[in-house]
């Protein structure tokens, strides 16, 4: 049975992705003792429009905390709210997506549980996966790690080649991840991101705002 039709709602959450040059991702252990309300609020004004709640060494209920406290701030700057793995936590502050890995529920039944208007975001670490039902059915797919980072202890390097075969095989939305910054986000975009999923090249930062601004300036730089 093929897949409904997505909601105009969904589309535009989609398209959203694809059109945000800057996706932040949260993580309050890598904010140099800031809290993530902090760091988003920042990027935030800087225009970043894509946050995703991540916070993988923290507890659910602050993760909770963070996402109910940042749906208020992405609702006030027009931006797009994802959850990542959590569907509990999402459907509780009104998210307006999740982002899942390979090992998660299947995207049908998150999106089930979420309602048709959720955007479901899809983590790419090997080009077997682009080949799957899960692959088909996302919202957007987040490739990498791309560049080598110290975000995620257990990264696989995917390297520029999987973001090439990514954009060649799908016209999802893609978000590339892993040790991205203002210096080789050129080098994503050429190879086929649309948007670039940052965590402390932003979160690191000793100006948050002015890391997302530069990021962003290179993504639209290279874009034209």
Request: glycine content about 8%; some cysteine.
């Amino acid at each position: 049975m093929s897949e409904p039709e997505p909601t105009q709602e969904r589309r535009r959450r989609r398209e959203f992705i694809r059109t945000s040059a800057v996706y932040l991702v949260t993580e309050e252990s890598l904010s140099a003792g800031r809290s993530s309300e902090e760091i988003a609020e920042a990027a935030l004004g800087a225009g970043v429009r894509v946050v995703q709640v991540r916070e993988k060494e923290g507890s659910a209920r602050r993760a909770l905390e963070i996402a109910i406290g940042l749906r208020e701030s992405t609702r006030r700057h027009g931006a797009l709210l994802i959850v990542n793995d959590r569907i509990d936590i999402a459907i509780a502050c009104d998210a307006d997506g999740v982002h899942l890995g390979q090992g998660d529920l299947p995207i049908a039944l998150a999106r089930l549980l979420l309602g048709e208007d959720a955007i479901v975001g899809l983590s790419i670490t090997h080009e077997d996966q682009l080949e799957t039902d899960d692959a088909r059915e996302a919202d957007y797919l987040g490739v990498g790690s791309v560049f080598p980072t110290g975000s995620k202890d257990d990264a696989t390097i995917t390297g520029l080649h999987l973001l090439e075969l990514a954009r060649a095989r799908s016209d999802l939305p893609i978000v590339a991840i892993g040790g991205i910054t203002a210096a080789n986000a050129g080098k994503a975009v050429a190879f086929g991101a649309d948007s670039l999923a940052v965590i402390s090249a932003v979160t690191a930062a000793p100006d948050p705002a002015a890391a997302a601004l530069e990021l962003g300036v290179a993504v639209e730089n290279h874009r034209r």
